[in-house]
Nanobody
Framework: QVQLVESGGGLVQAGGSLRLSCAVS????????MGWFRQAPGKVREFVAA????????YYADSVKGRFTISRDNAKNTVYLQMNSLKHEETALYSC???????????????WGQGTQVTVSS
């Protein structure tokens, strides 16, 4: 069973930064494409970023390009999301997902975590 545990969320002022982490308990972490999604209250879950198995390819939602950076450390079975210049409207529950290929839909992934709350004050 693959387990994903997110951390690093919290309260930050608009314009501030946070770094999220997602630890994955699986022996074959490097086989998985990893994605970050977020869901704000009353809104649909949306794609934020994804990274390929070896980290050579990264993908971003247009709304976060240039501000967010996804990375991974396969030796630590962890994927990160560095978020800079955060906006109030990016307040949401952020969760990571693992799958065999890249998708912008959450349904394209096989495993997901419980999420970590990010609150951006205006």
């Amino acid at each position: 069973q693959v387990q994903l545990v997110e951390s690093g969320g919290g309260l930050v002022q608009a314009g501030g930064s946070l770094r999220l982490s997602c630890a994955v308990s699986v022996r074959t972490f490097s086989w998985y494409v990893m994605g970050w999604f977020r869901q704000a209250p009353g809104k649909v879950r949306e794609f934020v970023a994804a990274i390929s198995w070896g980290g050579g390819n990264t993908y971003y939602a247009d709304s976060v390009k240039g501000r967010f950076t996804i990375s991974r450390d396969n030796a630590k079975n962890t994927v990160y999301l560095q978020m800079n210049s955060l906006k109030h409207e990016e307040t949401a529950l952020y969760s990571c997902e693992a799958g065999s290929s890249y998708h912008r839909s959450e349904h394209g992934y096989d495993y997901w975590g419980q999420g970590t709350q990010v609150t951006v004050s205006s």
